[in-house]
Nanobody, 127 residues
Framework: QVQVVESGGGLVQAGGSLRLSCTTS????????MGWFRQAPGKAREFVSA????????TYADSVKGRFTVSRDNAKNTVYLQMDSLKPEDTAVYYC????????????????????WGQGTQVTVSS
């Protein structure tokens, strides 16, 4: 079983920044694609960003392109989501997810492509 733990959420004013972290207790021999998703009240969980095991491939939802940056440090089993120029519509619970991969440069953008999920961290952006 892989544990996924997010941290770094909080309350920020519009235009501000937050950095989310996600740490996994990964099995040493396994590679993982890592994804970030979010879910606002009354809405479905939606894709935000994903990063390949190698870190060479990243993908973003159109709504966050140019404002959010995903990165990873495999030595620390940690993925980051730097969120800049935050908007009130970014308010949601943010989830980190992992899926095993056999390709260093694969990314995934669908909820049902991920096997392991964290508990989520709340991000609230005030106007």
């Amino acid at each position: 079983q892989v544990q996924v733990v997010e941290s770094g959420g909080g309350l920020v004013q519009a235009g501000g920044s937050l950095r989310l972290s996600c740490t996994t207790s990964r099995r040493t021999s396994s590679w993982y694609v890592m994804g970030w998703f979010r879910q606002a009240p009354g809405k479905a969980r939606e894709f935000v960003s994903a990063i390949s095991w190698s870190g060479n491939r990243v993908t973003y939802a159109d709504s966050v392109k140019g404002r959010f940056t995903v990165s990873r440090d495999n030595a620390k089993n940690t993925v980051y989501l730097q969120m800049d120029s935050l908007k009130p519509e970014d308010t949601a619970v943010y989830y980190c997810a992992a899926r095993i991969t056999y390709s260093a440069d694969t990314v995934a953008a669908k909820v049902d492509e991920y096997y392991y999920w964290g508990q989520g961290t709340q991000v609230t952006v005030s106007s």
